[in-house]
C-alpha cells in the first residue's frame, strides 16, 4: 500500500495526468529527454564578437540544438524546451531546460541547467548552476548570472535563438 502511495506521488510530480490543471505548467528532464540531442535543429554560434560580455571561458564555439522551435511571434520559449550547447573549443556539453511550475523563481525564471556527457547521454549536474568547484561555461558565478543578462529573450542567450527571429 505504501509503494503505491510513493507511486502516485512520484507520477503526480512528474506530471502525469492525474497531477491536476498545474500538470501541463511543468516538465522535469530525465537522461532519456537528451538522448536524441543530436537529431534536432542545430545552429552554430561563436559567441566572439568584439562587443560580447560574456565572462572569459563563457564565450566561444559551439552547436545548439533545440528539440522545438517556438511558434513564430513567441514572446517566451514553451515549457518543455530543451536547448543542448556543445562547446566545439572544449567538447563540453550543457543543456537548458525550460521547466515551469515556477522553477528557479529568484532566477532565470522556469529554467534548470544541465551538464551532460555523451556515450551513453546522461547529466553530470543538473538545477541551478554546477555544484561547488565546478564551472558552467567558465563562469564561476553560475548559470543565473550569465543568463539572467538575457531576461528580455526568456533568459537564452544565443543571438541564433532570439524569439523576435522566430
Not at 542545430?42 to 562587443?51: A, E, Q, T
Not at 533545440?66 to 518543455?80: C, K
Not at 550543457?94 to 522553477?103: I, L, P
Request: net charge negative; aromatic share 10%.
Amino acid at each position: 500500500m505504501m509503494r503505491a502511495a510513493v507511486l502516485a506521488a512520484l507520477l503526480a510530480a512528474c506530471g502525469s495526468s492525474s497531477a491536476g490543471s498545474d500538470a501541463s505548467d511543468a516538465f522535469i528532464a530525465f537522461n532519456p529527454t537528451f538522448e536524441p540531442f543530436r537529431t534536432w535543429t542545430m545552429f552554430s554560434d561563436d559567441l566572439m564578437d568584439p562587443g560580447n560580455t560574456l565572462p572569459p571561458g563563457v564565450a566561444g564555439p559551439r552547436d545548439q540544438f533545440i528539440n522545438m522551435v517556438p511558434p513564430a511571434g513567441s514572446t517566451e520559449f514553451p515549457i518543455g524546451t530543451v536547448i543542448v550547447e556543445v562547446r566545439t573549443d572544449t567538447g563540453k556539453i550543457f543543456a537548458s531546460v525550460k521547466r515551469g511550475g515556477n522553477f528557479n523563481a529568484a532566477g532565470d525564471k522556469n529554467w534548470e541547467y544541465f551538464e551532460l556527457q555523451e556515450n551513453p547521454v546522461k547529466y553530470l549536474w543538473r538545477g541551478l548552476g554546477p555544484p561547488l568547484g565546478d564551472t558552467y561555461g567558465g563562469d564561476p558565478n553560475g548559470c543565473n548570472a550569465c543568463h539572467s543578462q538575457c531576461a528580455a529573450n526568456d533568459y537564452v542567450c544565443s543571438p541564433k535563438l532570439q524569439l523576435a527571429s522566430f
